[in-house]
């Protein structure tokens, strides 16, 4: 009988830190079983050897923010039979999406002599404005046992097992006391994606919602109780505009706050 | 006439986006481009305008390989403009996290990015086909600097536990004590890594570089020291800009630094062992004469070799720290914004990380500038190239683009960081 073929893997980077593929590499004890069940095929991060596609499974690093990459992403999705964006740039543009609220060309003149040689499109954007995709974690970086879960589940045929509820839901579970409710430190927990297994609140710091929104968050109600601990409107504008500035509700609420600044 | 090029297009087993294009004609190397196409982030332009307080978790998404160092260079910057100093146990848990992040790293670069070069293997999977244990030991040593690098940072990737000022949360004594076991058996493992790169093939290749790196009156450098080189060079953060410059050259993405009246330098693991030899514990200097290095090594392939002492050094260093810890009574020490400019750096796993920032009196960033390891290293790799390739061309293309990628390996470039930052093509007229 002849042998199996096992499932083909891709990683794809596109504008990010590097640091949610590295997440792979950083499951030491998982990595090489893995390797048993499904074949890296492309990866350069990590192997300069390239199986050529199609693939079963590409994990999608980075968010959109050059003419070149806009292309690439349907070249990604075309060679991909299930797609997954990974991290907070990704799924959401990343840091590098507060050009959003501005005119790029005044970043570029900043950071480079040269602007003319510099390609950029005026909006970092999230994989998901491009093409389709089947699964988005998040995180900034993404949580590396979510990770094993996503690729496990792939490999089973399943749902990955990926709770969308609040960073609240895991602190209480953690047993950890609450930041805001007992120091009166501002916490964006309840309105952000768990997954990080609430790791601020445990060092005792508020979250400053590296995982972008939740499903459904009252953004509204959160910044009330904010203003209630004396944040000032230009702080809450920032504290919305991190890592997941473009995520829709953060994005909005973040819009709300700088109106009332003038 | 004959015209040959090189080209890797896509340059693998780094961090972040690269290539490389080298144009040979008549035997002769006439161009070599280091291409990085990294889509810039714009990390300078939009600090502008955010908080003090924000700047270690910020700049830490530059790269997801080493924010420790992003994170320590930025609150020495803000530490420096606010007139605060940090010392005693919360200077030395500082210490402690970026031996986590050296640990990691290295082992990463040693094991997974750089040693399958040397044996001929496309990855350390295929490597772990033939030396299964040699990469679960990489692994494993991976793993305990990970490990160090989330009980004190609160998780590897962008830790989120340090703050200008010190920590929002330090542990306990007693906290500590069970990694202190995990880290020695680290230590064991990266005197056997030492041993073991030491080992590997080494092509003959070594040049008269000028050597960049920070220096410490008594210790191997992590986050404080002045800069030095083997040229005479010896300046305090504040003077950098002085004596460096930065330029934007069209095939990269990541400016390139040049040593005014100097011109190209080397930062990174090789710099910073031949500049501080004398400050390596003496296991890892007895390590590093076992393994046939003298207190300077020029040889850049030979990095691998300096990282796995780096290494055992980081292991010895955190378990020094550990022994003598005792828990501050404070988390952190107050911090009071006021307007001026504060200059910092740290020995990043790939050399030294430079942050400025210009604050008004709220501590608000009005300007900030950052430059990374890589982008100082391009001009270095660059070289390194235009005198490795004439000697090789003899070889088969295939062969040759192998060793060009290797070379460019030793420096472990992160990509990502540079960019402000890699793609490989050899020409050949």
Redesign the interface.
């Given at each position: 009988m002849a042998k199996k073929q096992k499932p083909k893997l891709a990683v794809w980077?596109?504008?990010?830190?590097?640091?949610?593929?590295?997440?792979l590499?950083?499951c030491?004890?998982q990595?090489?079983p893995l390797?048993d069940r499904i074949d890296?095929a492309n990866?350069?991060?990590?192997?300069?050897?390239v199986v050529k596609g199609p693939y079963d499974l590409s994990l999608v690093e980075?968010s959109i923010?050059?003419p070149h990459?806009a292309e690439r992403i349907h070249q990604v999705r075309r060679a991909s039979k299930f797609l997954v964006t990974i991290g907070a740039c990704a799924t959401a543009g990343?840091?590098?999406a507060?050009?959003n609220f501005t005119d790029?060309k005044?970043?570029?003149s900043?950071?480079?002599?040269?602007p003319a040689?510099?390609d950029?499109l005026k909006k970092?954007t999230p994989i998901a404005e491009h093409i389709h995709v089947d699964f988005e974690l998040r995180g900034?970086?993404i949580n590396k046992e979510q990770l094993v879960e996503v690729v496990s589940a792939f490999l089973q045929g399943r749902k990955p097992n990926v709770r969308p509820h609040s960073v609240c839901m895991e602190c209480k579970r953690r047993g950890a006391v609450c930041v805001m409710v007992a120091h009166g430190t501002p916490c964006l927990g309840p309105v952000t994606h768990a997954g990080?297994g609430a790791?601020?609140p445990s060092?005792?710091?508020g979250c400053?919602g590296?995982f972008g929104p939740m499903e459904t968050p009252n953004t509204r109600e959160l910044s009330a109780a904010w203003e209630r601990l004396g944040v000032k409107q230009k702080?809450l504008v920032?504290i919305y505009r991190?890592?997941n500035a473009y995520a829709e509700p953060f994005y909005s609420e973040s819009r709300i706050h700088e109106s009332k600044i003038h | 006439m004959k015209a040959k090029s090189i080209k890797v297009d896509?340059?693998?087993?780094?961090?972040?986006?690269g290539g490389l294009y080298i144009k040979v004609k008549d035997h002769q190397v006439v161009d070599v481009k280091l291409k990085i196409f990294?889509?810039?982030?714009?990390?300078?332009?939009?600090l502008?305008g955010?908080?003090f307080r924000?700047a270690p978790?910020?700049t830490a998404?530059?790269?997801?390989?080493c924010?420790v160092a992003y994170q320590m260079s930025a609150v020495h910057a803000m530490e420096n403009a606010f007139d605060v100093k940090v010392d005693g146990q919360l200077r030395a848990l500082r210490r402690l996290l970026y031996c986590g992040e050296w640990i990691e790293s290295h082992a990463?670069h040693i094991y997974?990015?750089h040693a399958p070069d040397f044996l001929g293997y496309?990855?350390?999977?295929?490597m772990?086909k033939d030396h299964?244990d040699v990469?679960?030991q990489g692994?494993?040593l991976?793993?305990t600097g990970?490990e160090l690098a989330a009980l004190v940072g609160?998780?590897?990737?962008?830790p989120?536990?340090v703050r200008v000022g010190g920590f929002?949360?330090v542990p306990g004594k007693r906290e500590l004590a069970p990694m202190a076991e995990k880290l020695k058996r680290a230590r064991d493992v990266a005197l056997e890594t030492v041993r073991w790169t030491a080992k590997l093939p080494f092509p003959e290749f070594e040049r008269d570089y000028l050597f960049v790196a920070m220096r410490h009156p008594d210790e191997y450098p992590f986050n404080e020291g002045h800069l030095v080189s083997n040229q005479g060079l010896d300046i305090a953060a504040r003077d950098y800009e002085k004596h460096f410059a930065e330029?934007?050259?069209?095939h990269s993405?990541a400016?390139h630094s040049v040593l005014r009246g100097a011109g190209p330098y080397f930062v990174g693991p090789m710099a910073r062992y031949s500049l501080n030899f004398d400050r390596l514990s003496p296991q890892a200097q007895e390590a590093a004469r076992q393994a046939g290095l003298g207190p300077v090594c020029r040889n850049p392939f030979q990095s691998i070799i300096v990282r796995s002492v780096e290494t055992l050094y980081a292991c010895d260093e955190a378990l020094r720290i550990i022994d003598e810890y005792e828990m501050p009574e404070a988390?952190a020490v107050e911090v009071q914004p006021r307007a001026g400019s504060g200059f910092g750096w740290s020995e990043a796993p790939r050399g030294t990380l430079y942050h400025r920032y210009r604050l008004d009196d709220q501590g608000v960033i009005l300007d900030a500038k950052i430059v990374p390891p890589t982008s100082q290293n391009q001009k270095v790799i660059e070289q390194d190239l235009r005198e490795f390739v004439p000697e090789r061309l003899d070889l088969p293309a295939e062969k040759l683009c192998?060793q060009c990628?290797q070379a460019i390996r030793n420096y472990d470039p992160?990509i990502?960081c540079s960019t402000?930052f890699l793609k490989l093509e050899i020409d050949r007229e």
């Open positions: 980077k596109f504008a990010s830190c590097d640091g949610c593929q590295l997440s590499l950083d030491e004890d990595l090489l390797t890296i990866f350069p991060e990590a192997s300069r050897a980075g923010s050059t990459d990343g840091i590098q507060l050009r790029v005044d970043f570029i900043i950071v480079y002599a040269t040689y510099i950029t970092s900034c970086p990080c790791i601020c060092y005792h710091r400053y590296c702080d920032q991190s890592f | 896509y340059l693998a087993r780094v961090e972040g986006e990294e889509p810039p982030r714009f990390f300078e332009a939009f502008r955010r908080s924000e978790d910020i998404r530059i790269c997801g390989i924010p990463l997974m990015l496309a990855d350390a999977i295929q772990a299964g990469v679960q692994l494993s991976k793993k990970n609160g998780r590897e990737i962008h989120i536990n929002y949360k330029e934007h050259v069209e993405h400016l988390p192998w990628e992160c990502s402000h």
